[in-house]
């Protein structure tokens, strides 16, 4: 299995609302990351965990809340988010030093 | 502001053509350069990468050309397809030896049949 799967394809949620997307690998990689990704532009990273630890927080601001489960998930637990959050998200993994394999994302639309 | 980016943010050619994508960088301490496709409503995809050492890789139809005097970096599809056809970016290793890559622009190839 070379995937790595994102749930849900899409998503649209309010303001007030709280969701999570979720992100699947099971192609044994200690890397996971997020990524944010706006129309026509190139994906910015949010956040990296390695080892199912956080090691890199791109100073996101606190409505987005990433959590690793255990080594094959991601989650991305997201509240109070504003319109302009609204945007492609991104799952990656790695072996640390190799390439990374991205997910197809989430699409969401903050209203 | 970016460290990485791409001359031109469309590129159109005809299928069976051979195309060329270019990017500059700025950073002469970056030491891997990978290039990623992403077509519409998918991920990026890594198709080809390049370490400072060396001045050319090449795969299957791709190569890629590193200038580390005029920090230029450049991908060429020989033989375009339309399922060629996607954005391409980019994309340089973070300072300190991370393999995090930092993202271009980049450039939309459209490929007409």
């Known amino acids: 299995d070379t995937e790595v799967t994102q749930t849900p394809k899409h998503l649209v949620m309010g303001m007030t609302n709280k969701k999570s997307l979720k992100c699947e690998q099971h192609?044994?990689?200690?890397?996971m990351y997020w990524y944010k990704q706006k129309a026509k532009k190139p994906p910015e990273l949010m956040f990296v965990y390695s080892y199912e630890k956080l090691s890199i927080n791109e100073s996101v601001p606190s409505r987005f809340s990433p959590e690793c489960p255990n080594s094959s998930l991601l989650n991305l637990h997201l509240h109070a988010l504003q319109p302009e959050d609204s945007a492609l998200y991104l799952c990656?993994?790695?072996?640390?030093?190799?390439?990374?394999?991205f997910g197809p994302g989430t699409r969401l639309t903050v209203l | 502001g970016e460290s990485v980016g791409l001359h031109l943010p469309t590129l159109s050619v005809q299928e069976g053509d051979n195309s060329i994508i270019n990017c500059a960088y700025s950073n002469s301490a970056s030491d891997y350069f990978i290039w990623y496709k992403q077509e519409s409503g998918k991920g990026p995809q890594f198709i080809i990468d390049i370490r400072s050492n060396m001045d050319k890789r090449q795969g299957q139809r791709v190569t890629v050309l590193l200038n580390k005097t005029v920090k230029h970096l450049s991908l060429q599809i020989a033989a375009t397809q339309p399922g060629d056809s996607a954005v391409y970016f980019c994309a340089e290793n973070r300072a300190g030896g991370s393999y995090i890559p930092t993202f271009g622009r980049g450039t939309s190839l459209i490929v007409h049949p």
């Open positions: 192609m044994g990689h200690r890397a």
């Open positions: 990656a993994s790695s072996q640390e030093t190799n390439e990374q394999f």
